[in-house]
């Protein structure tokens, strides 16, 4: 797992670093420094390219110093800076570098408060403005020189974070940003580049290691974390010799309508090729054709208005994909909970009957999973106007509930009742299509069924699910759910070899 950090708390490992590597502030400048322009000549390799860097006189302006000197010294023929001296407060390190830079002749140029704004006509800008050290929405000279900058639409290279943007905490709303194209950013990923607010002002992120002090990062217990391979790869436990069927449980699934059965069979199949021993599927009769003529291996429960299951058979039970709302569903779903008491699954249509009783929420078995998405958490839990928002409310929603949660995203948000919020990197815009909530379903309630906590198998099961989507958008523009589900197999085999 990756620790992610507030910007307070990374000022706080910074000067640490600085402390006990020992080294000094300076040559920490100079070394993340470094770590951009290797990323920078890998990604920008033309050395002919007109490049301006725009410098704050904080320490993310002292950075875009260093890095223009560097550039010069990697044979960069056509870098100038722009200096934004907007306040007569500039850091040392900044100051040290503004006489590096002059030592080398890199062409510069003063930015004064109320100046006009020069003319651009760089093709790449490096976004040295402002960093970490932001503490309020940008206004006056900043705003009108972003401003100014958006509107060349160049392409804009962000150092450490896109000048306006929040790192971490709320982002609010209509936020004046400088738009990156890419934004390298020192040592961890920011916690907001990870929301989808992050969309509009960022394309993509990269994160280079700048060797701030990694066992200090991990004494501060964030409560965010990024799960990495290696996690779900120790996660993940062996298919034992001599095992059976029996081995891997039997996982029950409550869904599908005769208009939705596709949900009910994407979610058994996903079930069944993530590993459970044995998978059933609670239908009404109509779907029963499709079912047997495309997954034999699947056996069916026909759900007439209440059927006769026998709970204790199932090592976990999912309910939700495409069932429908209506009274017989209701009644289904109050069943489950009455009769159940080992961790179920609930999405999709089960998660809204219990937004449309709540009381059912005290209802839902201890160490269970729900796996909304933003609307569906939205009606469950009230309205949101941010995703750092919705973050806490996870937090505390599923230590009152005793639950995981899973918030789908493109880095989908997993919460557990000790507080801890784990984000998932893999997937990617080619799986956003109908029933790929219900595959994920029935991936996590196989691994329930096979006898893994619901942290790890919301962890495993949301990486593992993008990382199948992952593997085929190598070769496929559009994948499709049902696509995925049959190459978790493939993928489980990457991962436990
Ligand atoms: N550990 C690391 O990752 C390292 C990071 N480095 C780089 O350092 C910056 C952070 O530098 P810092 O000096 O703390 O902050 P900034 O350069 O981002 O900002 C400077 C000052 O600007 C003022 N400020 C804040 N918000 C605004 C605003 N909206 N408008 C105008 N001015 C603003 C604020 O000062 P005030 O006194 O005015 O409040 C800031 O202090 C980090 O991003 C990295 O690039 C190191 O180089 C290496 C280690
Ligand atoms: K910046």
């Keep these: 797992m990756i620790p992610l950090l507030t910007a307070a708390q990374i000022s706080q490992v910074d000067n640490y670093t600085i402390a006990h590597e ?44 260093a890095i223009a000197r560097l550039l010069k010294n990697n044979f960069y023929t056509n870098v100038s800076v722009k200096i934004a001296r907007f306040s007569q407060k500039s850091t040392p390190e900044f100051e040290h570098n503004f006489v590096q830079l002059k030592s080398v002749g890199i062409d510069f140029f003063v930015i004064n408060a109320d100046d006009e704004i020069p003319f651009d006509d760089s093709e790449i800008i490096i976004d040295a403005l402002l960093g970490s050290g932001l503490n309020r929405p940008l206004s006056g000279d900043y705003a009108k020189l972003v401003e100014y900058l958006n509107n060349l639409h ?46 509009p002002f960022m394309d993509d992120f990269k994160v280079v290691d700048i060797g701030l002090d990694k ?8 409560p965010y974390q990024l799960i990495e391979e290696s996690d779900v790869r120790q996660m993940l436990k062996p298919r034992k010799p001599f095992s059976h069927k029996g081995t891997y449980g039997h996982a029950l699934i409550i869904a599908g309508q005769p208009q939705t059965m596709g949900a009910a069979l994407l979610c058994s199949s996903a079930c069944a090729h993530t590993g459970a021993g044995l998978t059933t599927v609670c239908i009404p009769q109509s779907g029963l054709v499709a079912l047997n003529t495309s997954m034999p291996e ?9 059927p006769d299951i026998k709970w204790e058979k199932y090592n976990t039970i999912a309910i ?64 949101h106007t941010s995703w750092w928002q919705r973050i806490e409310t996870v937090i505390s929603k599923a230590k009152q ?3 995981c949660i899973l918030l789908k995203n493109r880095y989908t948000i997993i919460g557990t009742p000790e507080g801890k919020i784990y984000f998932n990197p893999t997937g990617n815009p080619a799986m956003a299509s109908g029933g790929m909530g219900d595959v994920l ?32 958008s190598n070769q496929l523009s559009v994948v499709l759910a049902g696509q995925v589900a049959k190459h978790i197999p493939a993928t489980l085999a990457k991962m436990r070899a």
């Design 22 to 65: 020992p080294i000094t502030s300076i040559a920490l400048m100079e070394r993340a420094s470094e770590a951009f322009v290797v990323a920078f000549t890998c990604d920008y390799p033309d050395k002919a390219k007109n490049i301006t860097v725009y410098c704050g006189t904080g320490n993310n302006g002292g950075d875009g110093l």
């Design 298 to 306: 699947i056996m069916a429960i026909i759900r007439n208005d209440l």
């Design 401 to 403: 509930y005793n639950i």
């Design 215 to 222: 066992p200090f990062i991990a004494s501060l217990n964030s």
């Design 441 to 472: 379903t029935g991936v996590i309630t196989s691994l329930l069924a096979q006898g893994y906590a619901a942290r790890e198998a919301c962890i495993i099961g949301a990486y593992i699910h993008g990382k199948a989507g992952d593997e085929l």
């Design 154 to 199: 160049t392409t804009v290279v962000a150092v450490d974070v896109p000048t306006g943007f929040y790192t971490d905490g709320q982002i609010p709303g209509n936020l004046l940003v400088l738009k990156a194209r890419q934004v390298i950013t020192f040592q961890q990923a920011k916690i907001n580049f990870l929301l989808p607010e992050s969309a």
């Design 320 to 383: 939700g994909p495409g069932l429908g709302t209506d009274a017989s569903s209701i009644e289904l779903l109050r069943a489950v909970f009455k009769e159940y008491k080992r961790p179920v699954v609930i999405d999709a249509d089960a998660l809204n009957m219990i937004a449309d009783n709540k009381d059912l929420l005290l209802n839902i078995p201890a160490g269970s999973v729900i796996t909304p998405h933003m609307k569906e958490f939205d009606r469950l839990f009230g309205q």
